[in-house]
C-alpha cells in the first residue's frame, strides 16, 4: 500500500556531488521520520542522516557537513545532498519513512536502493 521510489544514485569522482531523491506513494495520511541509510558490501546497513516531522535533523559523524538532509511534505519526497563525496561513501543507499497510512497504524517502508559509487 505504501511505496518509495528512489533516484539519484551513480558514479561520480572524489570531491563531486549528487542529489537523491525518495518519493512515497499510496494511502498515505502523514509521514513522521524520514531517513537515509546505506549499506556498503560486505557491511551492515547503517544510519546516513535522518529528519523528523519538525524538521530537526541528525546526521552520522562521517557525513557530518558533507551531507544534507530535507524533506518536502506536500510531494511526500525526502533528500539527501551529498557534497564533497569520498570512496568510503560508496554504497547503496536506501531511504526510509516511518508512514501513517489511512485508516490504519504506522508501518516503516523502505526505498528500493540506490547505488552510489565514488572512485577516480
Known amino acids: 500500500q505504501v511505496q518509495l521510489v528512489e533516484s539519484g544514485g551513480g558514479l561520480v569522482q572524489p570531491g563531486g556531488s549528487l542529489r537523491l531523491s525518495c518519493t512515497a506513494s499510496g494511502s498515505i495520511f502523514s509521514i513522521s521520520g524520514m531517513g537515509w541509510y546505506r549499506q556498503a558490501t560486505g557491511k551492515q546497513r547503517e544510519l546516513v542522516a535522518r529528519?523528523?516531522?519538525?524538521?530537526?535533523?541528525n546526521y552520522d559523524d562521517s557525513v557530518k557537513g558533507r551531507f544534507t538532509i530535507s524533506r518536502d511534505n506536500a510531494k511526500k519526497t525526502v533528500y539527501l545532498q551529498m557534497n564533497s563525496l569520498k570512496p568510503e561513501d560508496t554504497a547503496v543507499y536506501y531511504c526510509?519513512?516511518?508512514?501513517?497510512?489511512?485508516?490504519?497504524?504506522?508501518?516503516?517502508?523502505w526505498g528500493q536502493g540506490t547505488q552510489v559509487t565514488v572512485s577516480s
Open positions: 526510509n519513512m516511518m508512514v501513517r497510512t489511512i485508516m490504519s497504524g504506522t508501518l516503516e517502508s
Open positions: 529528519i523528523t516531522s519538525a524538521g530537526n535533523t
